[in-house]
DNA sequence: CTGTTAGCGCGTTCAA
DNA sequence: TTGAACGCGCTAACAG
């Protein structure tokens, strides 16, 4: 199949080096090494001649060994489980911006307790990343002191207050999110206002979304009631089953607020099986306004978050970061929108 | 914030390497080197001793150099966008495996375009990564060139028949998947099912779905009319549009297959919309059985494929191959299932 | 503009 | 069981 009398030997990519295609051109095997990342440096002709000798001999340059030499190309993420969680799209965010300034993307997901997180944060910062994103606050000190010494920036994508950061921060308050809308639903006419979420622990952004339910309660001259609230698995049954649970425990429950879309849209599906009216019976509410989210039958009133922007600006804060850029924001704080929409 | 007083001196990360480790206990680098990949090989109480100082100093090894001499442990993969795509669960899969393997995950994700799907490859290659797995066939033939010559073994997720495949192919066989669920269909007394896919250009798996339809069609005595087939975009909302467009081409139509449950789930909001039922007025199949399927009002007829698995068992041909493994399959064909729910 | 020298951090090789 | 020397492929720094 591979074809062998093309013009230059092919050698297998193993074996073929700066040394080779300067030997093969008859230049400096340094002279090949501008070429490929100051071509400026090098006199048009001799480079149009090394391009050709790279090109016929199908190089590509080892980044292993550039690395090793200080510039590295690497971003590190640890992110959560990819499926249900928006997550994707701040992955697609990511990667897009690494892509546009020459970075490679090395991906660990994983869930979050506090050895897997350390092991994931390790394993990365073994290959020496230029930059490393994580999810929520670092909870390991051990992985915290790894980090910091590493000297590589750090971006945490969080929430925008509460404990120090290691380094930059880029998130939204998920703290005023769910306050406003649990102001929104109030402000509505709702008078018995649940809260789903999934599982809190070690989640900060969730912390802040619970927290922010309860000040406006609280604000509101609501009772707060724990058994308004309930944890869920994050998939369309888990909000199925919340909505069951909550409306079982309070008969006058007359909205949800979830945490999350995937939740709110399995609510209502469990809706449509009882003929419960939405926002008759029931108003829900989401969170994330995802694609589906508008589509929805009925459109579900939810909290925008641009997540794909965030994953594209934690990625741009590390590259102006290495990029040498001063007076750079140590919090970056992305708006967010309530879309008010028909399910509540 | 970072103690300074607490035992071993903490040099940033960057200058600290076997060989300081080594210095400090007072042994050569390569016992050092030793206790990190083949502790067996170093008496248990210099071993003690040498992990006592790397825990001490927070040294975690520069896996770029160990790289460099030949043991990489990098497995690159370049995916198509992650959202809506189902593209997510295999990633999970990919990663989990890597993980359990001890390898990274460098991941590129990018649209299907030849030439970005060179440059990418191109990029992930500089990297030396151990193995490469890819999306659909590749197409470009200089990509193609460039992963065989870079002697790392290969696995192409994608359909498992059709043209010569790089190295080794993980999946499923999307034509009889299409022409099980529109055969499925027909039993059930449709009489004219419509299909609706994304975009098809470049997508070996999209394209034998459409063919395993045709086939079905032609073998049934059905006529097959292409007026019957639309491409939309891979959202709720291109679904939706597509309901509409092919009901007002044909008002006799019974059933629609859609390549995707993303575009299945926004048609059937949109019959909600219209009050149409399902399967009354027309009858709906997805692809993908993800995991609003189920819940959904009324559950989706779908075709099921563990897209986890599939980007489990991508990782694990190449990790045999690693391994040294013989008799490996070329080709791994993992089954499916066409889950008959109440949409259709 | 181009070449020379030196060395990144590790592991392979061979010797002790 | 441990150590010394060498080199992987690349590039910073300095000459020329």
New interface residues.
């Given amino acids: ?2 074809r062998s009398e093309d013009g230059g030997d ?1 050698k ?3 074996r073929l080096g700066v040394r080779e295609i300067a030997k093969r051109v008859g230049v400096a095997p340094m002279t090949v090494s501008r070429v490929l990342s100051n071509p400026d440096m090098v006199a048009p002709a001799t480079r149009a001649k090394v391009l050709e000798a790279i090109e016929a001999a ?1 190089f ?6 550039s ?2 030499k200080g510039n ?1 190309r ?1 971003i590190g993420t640890v992110v959560p ?4 969680s928006g997550i ?2 701040q ?2 965010g990511m ?2 911006e690494c ?1 546009q300034g020459g970075y ?7 869930e979050f307790t506090t050895e897997a997180e350390e092991s ?1 944060i ?7 990343p230029a930059g490393m994103i994580l999810q929520s606050f670092v909870q390991s000190e051990v992985a915290r ?2 980090l ?4 590589a920036p750090v971006v945490e994508i969080s929430e925008i207050k509460g404990r ?1 950061p290691i380094d930059m921060v880029v998130g939204v308050s998920n703290f005023e999110t769910a306050y406003a809308m649990t102001m929104h639903l109030a402000a509505k006419g709702y008078k018995r206002i649940g809260f789903v979420s999934t599982p809190i622990h070690g989640n900060d952004r969730l912390q802040q979304r619970r927290t922010g339910y309860h000040a406006a309660l609280t604000e509101l001259g609501i009772e707060n009631h724990a058994s308004l609230e309930v944890e869920v698995p994050i ?3 888990g ?2 089953e919340a909505l069951v649970t909550l409306t079982e425990r309070h008969a006058d429950i007359d909205a949800i607020f979830f945490s999350s879309d ?1 939740l709110a ?2 609510a209502v ?2 809706c ?2 009882r003929a419960w009216a939405i926002p008759g019976r029931i108003g829900i509410a989401g969170y994330g306004d995802m ?2 989210a ?4 009925p459109p579900l009133t939810t909290v925008k978050v641009n997540r794909y922007e965030m994953g594209r600006r934690a990625v741009r804060q590390l590259l102006d970061r290495l990029g040498g850029k001063q007076k750079l924001a140590t919090i970056t704080s992305l708006g967010f929108e309530i879309v008010d929409r028909e399910s509540a």
């Fill in positions: 199949m591979a092919k297998p990519l193993e199908g590509v340059p080892n980044r292993l060994a690395s090793m590295g690497i489980p990819l499926i249900n994707a799209e992955v697609q990667s897009d892509q490679s993307m090395l991906l660990v997901q994983g994931s390790r394993t990365l910062l073994g290959w020496r002191q790894l910091v010494s590493s000297g120090q998939t369309a049954a909000g199925a995937t849209i399995g599906q469990e449509h099986r694609d589906l508008a589509q929805l039958y």
